[in-house]
């Protein structure tokens, strides 16, 4: 037990050491908070009010558990997937796993260890979903103290049951498709297959979907007490044992399922200790097979072009994220996770939510999907970490004959290229699912494209203003660094203004009109950005990362 201890206080001293950290990067934080206390304000409100509706609404039929059923069962099914990435990450793409190898370890002990970090991930991100939702149910039901007590031992089981199933599945697939020994190619199937499982199951719900059957099992289960509960959790039982823990905390009753609760967290936990023992090693070893091939003068003379030098560094930028795991699944996989997350929910029910746009005018619902485009946009991490990258490999850029603003210039448009998938899914979704009117789309284009150029402008300047560079490991470019979400709250602060105020300007009237007004505004950022840019260039800066 102590060498496990010992192995899991190592790996989180690694991964959120710091080391070389000064003092005069306090600035970084106090700009987020600052950020953080109107968003935080905004949602805790909506949160409030949107519980104490529900709650009125429920009560009345003896329904109001189902707001607890689904809370749970979307906090699952959300960790589950989320889970998918950060296992991947940090079980096998992780170059610090071999260095473990060799010491006296158990399989079970360094599985722990590389689970501590990921587990922080997901109780952040339970934290900020399920605190606030389960104080204000608290709070209008009137609960009991014994609710409270056993909702932050709820909280604390809350990542287990789903991280320790999408590890699971993952082990037995990494064991099984690194037999193919090709490392980059295993590795990049295994982080596609994630979405193309997410949208699987999507359809296989869909197809066995019976609306008539539906909605009189839904007549049916409103009359019964905690009916609507039992069939939003009938598939999951975990959502539903932890509902009833917190509705029947009076009773016995709620004390049995608490119980087991704690049981079948345990034995999940349990279940994925033994089977990592068995299989997760052979996995981590299988990575490092790599198949040879010959490549031949004829193949090399082909790739031969001549070509301009801002585009051939650029497509070396390409290469290097799509060739690298760790960064294909940061920087691509994972920004396509957003609006893939919005066309299941449109599979699901496209027509309810294209009703609910037509409650908007065309400029609000503009406004609406440009917001909501700037939101996924500013999540994407390539351009934040387009000098981080390169790590200790930076200073190689010194000693080319490349102007540097010509290399800023590529890694800004690398960072715009990968935008353009998200962009072109945007599209498909807008355009087929949604109904909007061709020349919303094609006005919606046309701003998205240039605010692409203007969140990849500005995460590169953010990186160029505090680049890590001696990182070990892919991983330490994108965790423990608040710049990111630095430069999100940025992006999403200045245009959820403009938006706001775009909105509620009743002399903005129409679709031309607001989407003038946002264009010259996001020429105006460019231009400041690229002053900026220059200005550092100009003193050198870039020498002196």
Excluded at 228 to 244: D, E, G, R, V, W
Excluded at 393 to 414: E, G, M, R
Aim: glycine share 6%.
């Amino acid at each position: 037990m102590n060498k496990t201890l010992t192995l899991i206080k190592t790996m989180l001293k690694m991964q959120y050491s710091k080391a070389g950290k000064t003092s005069s990067q306090l600035w970084l934080f106090v700009i987020l908070f600052l950020f953080l206390i109107p968003i935080l304000a905004l949602y805790i409100g909506f949160i409030k009010n949107v519980i104490g509706t529900l709650y009125d609404a429920l009560q009345p039929m003896g329904q109001e558990s189902l707001i607890l059923g689904l809370l749970f069962l979307c906090i699952h099914v959300f960790l589950f997937f989320i889970s998918f990435f950060t296992v991947l990450s940090a079980f096998y793409f992780a170059e610090d796993i071999e260095s473990f190898i060799p010491f006296p370890f158990q399989p079970y002990q360094v599985l722990l260890g590389k689970s501590a970090s990921p587990f922080l991930y997901l109780y952040l991100m339970t934290s900020a979903i399920f605190l606030p939702i389960f104080y204000y149910y608290g709070s209008v039901s009137e609960a009991s103290l014994l609710y409270y007590l056993f909702g932050l031992i709820v909280f604390i089981l809350l990542p287990i049951i789903p991280f320790s199933l999408a590890a699971i599945l993952l082990m037995f697939g990494m064991r099984f498709v690194n037999i193919a020994k090709n490392k980059e190619r295993s590795k990049v199937i295994a982080g596609i297959s994630t979405l193309v499982f997410i949208i699987l199951i999507n359809v296989f719900v869909r197809m066995n979907m019976d609306s008539d059957a539906i909605m009189s099992n839904i007549a049916r289960l409103i009359q019964e007490k905690d009916g609507l509960l039992q069939m939003a959790t009938s598939i999951y039982p975990p959502a539903y044992f932890s509902t009833k823990a917190l509705t029947e905390t009076a009773g016995i009753g709620g004390f049995l399922f608490f119980l087991a609760l704690i049981g079948i967290s345990a034995g999940v936990f349990f279940l994925f200790i033994w089977l990592g023992q068995l299989v997760y090693l052979k996995g981590v070893l299988g990575i490092n097979a790599g198949s040879k091939r010959k490549v031949t003068g004829k193949k090399v003379n082909k790739h031969i072009t001549n070509r301009p030098v801002w585009f051939s560094y650029m497509l070396k930028e390409l290469r290097f994220i799509f060739r690298t795991p760790t960064f294909l699944m940061q920087c691509v996989i994972q920004s396509l996770f957003g609006p893939v997350f919005i066309l299941i929910i449109l599979m699901m029910d496209s027509n309810s939510l294209t009703g609910l746009m037509d409650m908007f005018s065309e400029k609000e619902s503009f406004l609406i999907l440009f917001l909501a485009a700037i939101i996924i946009l500013g999540s994407n991490a390539t351009a934040i970490t387009s000098i981080s990258r390169e790590g200790k490999s930076w200073h190689t850029n010194l000693f080319l004959p490349l102007d540097p603003k010509q290399v800023f210039f590529s890694k800004i448009a690398a960072a715009w290229t990968i935008n353009l998938f998200t962009i072109v899914l945007f599209i498909a979704i807008f355009g087929f699912l949604l109904k909007i009117s061709f020349s919303t789309i094609l006005i919606w284009l046309v701003l998205v494209l240039i605010a692409s150029w203007f969140t990849s402008s500005l995460g590169t300047y953010l990186d160029f203003l505090n680049p890590k560079l001696n990182w070990t490991d892919e991983q330490e470019v994108f965790k423990a660094r608040m710049i990111s979400l630095i430069g999100f709250l940025v992006q999403v602060g200045i245009f959820g203004v403009i938006v706001l105020f775009l909105w509620q300007a009743y002399f903005i009237e129409g679709l031309y009109s607001s989407s003038s007004l946002l264009l010259v505004c996001l020429i105006i950022f460019i231009l400041i950005l690229n002053k900026l840019l220059k200005n550092k260039i100009n003193k050198n800066d870039h020498q002196r990362i």
